[in-house]
C-alpha cells in the first residue's frame, strides 16, 4: 500500500486575490474511485462541476493540505533578490510534502527546468517521498483532486473579497475588462492595499503614471 501525494496551485497569475496551493494525499488504490468520480484537471471543468466534486473529493482521499498565499507575501518574493515565485511555491510545496508525508509526491512543476526546481524544492524537504514532477501534472488522479480543491478555495476567497469591499472587480485577471477598469480606478486607493499584487506590472505601470502625472501637474 503506498500513499501518493497530489500537488497543485490556483489562482497564481491574476492581480488581485491569493493564491492557493493544494495538497491531496490518497491511498494508490483510491486512484480509481477519483477517475470514476470525474476529477481532472480544474480548468477543464465549469464552477458548478468544481463545486460538487469538492465534497465528494474530501469522502475518498486520507488528508489534504491548502496553503494560502497573499498579496503581500507573494509581492515580498518578487522584491527580493534571493526568491521568485516559482521558489516562493517550492517553500510551500516543501511543506505540505513535510506535513502530510507521503511515500510519492507527484506535483505540478511550475518551472520550465524540473531538474532545477526538483533541486531547490529537495532542500526544504524534511521529509524524503519519491519525487514526480510533471508539467500539465493533472493527467494523475491526486493532482487533479488538489486541482479543484485549489480553484474551489481560491475562487471562494475571492468572492469573500468582493462582499467584504461591497464592490464587483472581476476575476482578478488582467484579461477581465472589468478588473482592469477597477485596477484603473482603484490603484491608489488606501482602502484596497491589500488585495492587488503590486509587483504586478500592470500595477507598476499604473503607479508609474500617476506618479509621471503628478511631476507635469508640479
Known sequence: MTTILGIDEARKGPIIGD???CGVLIEDYDEEKLKNLGVKDSKLLTPIQREKLFPKILK????HKLVIISPQEIDSA??????NLNRLEAIKTAMII???KPDKAIIDCPSPNKES?????????KHKPELLLEWNAERYPAVAAAS???KVTGDERLEKLKKQYNIEFGSGYMSDERTQKFLEANHSDPKFDKIFRKSWLPYQNHKLKQRNLMDFKK
Not at 78 to 83: A, G, H
Open 98 to 100: 513535510n506535513e502530510l
Open 148 to 150: 479543484i480543491l485549489a
Open 19 to 21: 493564491m492557493v496551493i
Open 60 to 63: 475518498i482521499i486520507k488528508k
Open 78 to 83: 518578487l522584491n527580493s533578490q534571493e526568491f
Open 117 to 125: 526546481y526538483k533541486n531547490y524544492l529537495s532542500i526544504f524537504l
